[in-house]
């Protein structure tokens, strides 16, 4: 671990020199209050083993960061930028660092860490028999969004804000000076030639960009997602979904023989398939009989492939506001960028268990393991009182 601190550690080396500088008049005073400080520094670096530890280290060590940034400036502007030579990306982000986006970072650490721990136990059952990209068709890559322009690929999972990173992703293609992201109109989306796959690249070119873009998704609490998915696809009038998949559901799970034929029928009637039909159709072995789930209700990790592909960003629906304003920090796009949030969600904690209480227990724990690797790759919990009666 020692290695891998080093470019860290001087970083920090360089920050407490401009805290001491700034609480000393001339340079010998900084350099003797920074040594001491260093000293402290190392000896808590020294306990460091994985990233994890070393963010709660910096944080014992500078614990006011809009400080820490104040005195950075005042040291360039004592001694000269020049000090700081030439600083990577990842070095500009330890040393503009706030308290808050060193959390933020923390949480990074622990999400992604998340994935490496499952990944090296359980990869094999998250794989569908695949060992690598090379084994993994176009369908199963479809999800990958490309920009080009900024080294991005982005991993668009359905119901997940994914409506609002697609708008991002679209304008991102475009030239500067960015368009609002909110006034693209959601027809254009679909439109192949406006978002860019990665399966448009050849495989050489495919395992380039993935080797070297900036990878990130955004990923939610299953039980949510269902919610959110359902509302949209059976309780809002939807045709295709009605036509596809709303009268089967009736059929097999709705004691419906006959359901009515088109979308305004089943409207007029009050007739569409309950939330607890549709928590039946996904748990009924026969629905993958022909083909994967339907892509809104796909298992998370079956359509971005978290155990093949390393992502750098991990972003939650429950922290979107927080996490897609870190995200695009890192990518020095704050200033381009204006998020376009989606609408509110109807799927807060507290109605969760009002939904599902419909579901008779022993399915809530099919339900649970059909989806448990979702739960347990991006770190989500199911209540206790979905288990028990």
């Known amino acids: 671990m020692a290695a891998a601190l080093s470019g860290r550690s001087v970083v920090v080396v360089f920050i407490l020199l401009g805290v001491a500088s700034v609480a000393s008049s001339n340079l010998k005073g900084a350099v003797e209050k920074g040594q001491w400080m260093i000293k402290i520094m190392e000896e808590e670096l020294n306990e460091v083993k994985t990233e994890n530890e070393l963010y709660k280290a910096i944080n014992v060590?500078?614990?006011?960061?809009?400080?820490?940034?104040?005195?950075?400036?005042?040291?360039n502007k004592m001694y000269g930028n020049s000090f700081l030579m030439d600083p990577t990306p990842q070095m500009r982000l330890y040393a503009g660092i706030t308290k808050h986006t060193l959390e933020m970072e923390e949480t990074q650490a622990l999400r992604k860490s998340l994935f490496r721990d499952f990944c090296d136990r359980k990869k094999a059952s998250v794989s569908e028999g695949k060992r690598s990209i090379d084994q993994m068709s176009n369908e199963d890559l479809k999800h990958l969004l490309v920009d080009d322009n900024h080294g991005l690929i982005y991993c668009y999972i359905p119901k997940v804000a994914g409506t609002s990173w697609r708008r991002v992703m679209f304008v991102l293609n475009q030239s500067a000076p960015y368009a609002d992201p909110s006034t693209i109109p959601g027809h254009l989306l679909h439109?192949?030639?406006?978002?860019?796959?990665?399966?448009?690249?050849?495989?050489?070119?495919?395992?380039?960009?993935?080797?070297?873009?900036?990878?990130?998704?955004?990923v939610q609490d299953p039980l949510m997602r269902l919610i959110s998915v359902y509302w949209d696809t059976f309780q809002r009038p939807n045709n295709y979904f009605y036509q596809n998949f709303g009268k089967k559901i009736l059929r097999l799970h709705g004691n419906w023989q006959n359901p009515p034929e088109t979308l305004e029928d089943s409207t007029n009637f009050g007739i569409r398939p309950s939330f607890h039909n549709f928590i039946q159709y996904l748990l009924d072995p026969t629905t993958e009989t022909n083909e994967p789930f339907q892509p809104l209700w796909r298992q998370m990790h079956r359509l971005c492939h978290p155990c093949h592909i390393q992502y750098d960003f991990v972003g939650h629906q429950e922290t979107l506001p927080e996490d897609a304003a870190h995200l695009l920090r890192i990518l020095k796009l704050e200033n381009d960028i204006k998020f376009p949030f989606p609408h509110a969600n109807l799927t807060s904690p507290v109605s969760v268990m009002e939904w599902y209480s419909t579901v008779p227990v022993e399915e809530r724990r099919s339900l649970y393991s059909l989806y448990e690797n979702d739960f347990r790759l991006f770190g989500y919990t199911a209540p206790d009182a979905f288990f028990e009666e």
């Open 191 to 218: 439109r192949p030639q406006k978002l860019v796959q990665l399966t448009s690249s050849p495989r050489g070119l495919m395992k380039v960009k993935l080797k070297h873009y900036t990878k990130f998704l955004f």
């Open 61 to 75: 060590l500078s614990d006011e960061f809009p400080k820490l940034i104040d005195a950075m400036e005042s040291f």
